[in-house]
């Protein structure tokens, strides 16, 4: 049984902490900056702190010649943009300093998204601009606008909702190497790697993909029916952890609703919180006292489709967030000297000769 004071994940009663900090209270008002320097130092930085950390992110934001190349290639040979991403990081110096190779993979990988998006799109990648914050910075480079304050907002909610989540996958990974006394870009890097697959990090994008499938709110029944009867799931429903309402959509659909309501186009939101009405009635129909409710995916899909984000966006924007998680997991797993390696149990045959 790990210790850890980053993050308590209480799935019985859908509640969700971080540092302390309920994530209803924290994710919707809070800076990315601040809930980094959170994770990296256990309190909330003066305002003098998230000056200093929001202007050394700022400065390592611009990619080098070769990680740039690294990025054109792989978008022109249509290479998954967390490839980019994993092989980016993986790709930068470290500097045998935590808090500096932090801030370094911190810094670089939305830029690394956003630059990959922009050469698979026929464009030229955008320079970071060292006036915006992390959030709006990513979607500028995007874009090459700057955000609306709404659109700003959306996404550093987004960010801090998913920011660290106990020990998944991906942590556990980063947590595994750091003990080896590896350095924290390996430890990220292999982070990224077990990101990619998709029992992890891939459920945003087919829970927006079922809601474009039904069309009309009309028609959900009879699709969601069909996909229960067949035992199929419900995309963007049930979680493996809470067992009651995932406490980080509750904070997206209210993110949510705040984007669509400062003028983006409705259309998907009615549509996708009609569908949700429906899927919540059906799943009580088919899987009584299972406590199957909305999950976090559904509201990430909904709110990054929202910013204009494509779907295939969706999980390296999920690394832009986690990326502070891992590293502030990386820096307490040096506080153990002890190497991670769990148990196995031998079921293979014994006894055997050769002939």
Partial sequence: MAETVLSDVDGENGRLTVAGYP??????????????????NGRLPDSAEEIALRQRLASLRPLNALSLDLVRNAARAKAPVIDSVRMVVAALPTQGNDASDAHAVVAAIPTIVAAHQRVADGEEAIEPRSDLGHAANFLYMLRGTAPSAAEARALETYLNTVIDHGLNASTFVARAIASTGSD?????????GALKGPLHGGAPGPALDM?????QVENAETHMRALLTRGERLMGFGHRVYRTRDPRADVLAAAAERLY?????????DLATGVEAVALRLLEEHKPGRSLRTNVEFYTALLLHGLGLPTALFTPTFAVARSVGWAAHVMEQRQSARVIRPQSRYVGPRGLSIP
């Fill in 23 to 40: 994530i209803e209270a924290l994710a919707p008002t809070a800076t990315f900056e601040q809930t980094a320097f959170l994770l990296w």
């Fill in 261 to 269: 309501a400062s003028g983006v186009d409705r259309s998907l939101y």
């Fill in 211 to 215: 809601v474009i499938e039904i069309g």
């Fill in 184 to 192: 924290l870009v390996s430890c990220l890097a292999g982070a990224v």
